[in-house]
């Protein structure tokens, strides 16, 4: 995870266009891939990181997850929750971070290759939405054989409860997943890791 990348959506933000709602806010039915289920709290001092990782991602295509922040870090770097999907080529991240000492998370999606070639034109965004220190939050993501990562987030301050970005990975699906957590203590229970749409023979 990167915490540069706060700082150019943020930018970006200021300049982009609003996203796109869509009108169904129910995610496609996922079917768990065997030992796909996971409980973690990552806690991690301040200025530190906790990193988790599958590096093998095969027959999947989806993430099902809920966040909770439970503490944010009084100083240092700062305090990023997070999941990065990536593949030989690039990143996509979706991370959720503040301030040292602040109680409410600004959500983003961004997308690696983007940063070294066009920072002025970062993919994804800013989410509209956030949310608090306690507060437990639904994450959904979802991508395709090309690439296509598709990430909706589900809080109460969004707009029709829901607000779904869209990147597109550079070297086609994901390949590996990390969960990061940095400067504070946050909940990923359950995530889970699937399939959607038709199954593999």
Not at 160 to 181: D, I, S
Request: charged fraction near 20%.
């Amino acid at each position: 995870m990167r915490v540069q990348s706060s700082i150019w959506a943020i930018c970006a933000a200021l300049v982009a266009p609003l996203p796109a709602m869509g009108d169904d806010d129910q995610a496609p039915p996922m079917v768990l891939a065997p030992n796909g289920s996971y409980e973690l709290d990552q806690d991690s001092p301040d200025n530190s990181i906790s990193v988790w990782q599958l590096t093998t991602l095969a027959n999947v295509n989806a993430i099902r997850a809920k966040l909770t922040v439970h503490r944010i870090g009084e100083r240092g770097a700062n305090p990023t929750f997070g999941i990065e999907l990536s593949n030989d080529a690039d990143a996509v991240q979706f991370q959720a971070f503040t301030k040292p000492g602040k109680t409410s998370l600004i959500p983003l999606i961004s997308e690696a290759a983007d940063h070294t070639e066009n920072v002025s034109g970062l993919a994804g965004g800013l989410f509209l939405s956030h949310f608090d220190v306690g507060e437990t939050v639904d994450v959904d993501v979802d991508w395709t054989d090309a690439g296509v990562v598709t990430v909706t987030l589900r809080d109460k301050s969004a707009i029709n409860g829901f607000e779904r970005h869209t990147v597109t990975m550079r070297g086609g699906p994901p390949t590996k997943l990390k969960v990061v957590a940095m400067t504070g203590e946050g909940e990923w229970k359950p995530l889970q890791i699937g399939r959607t749409g038709a199954q593999p023979q």
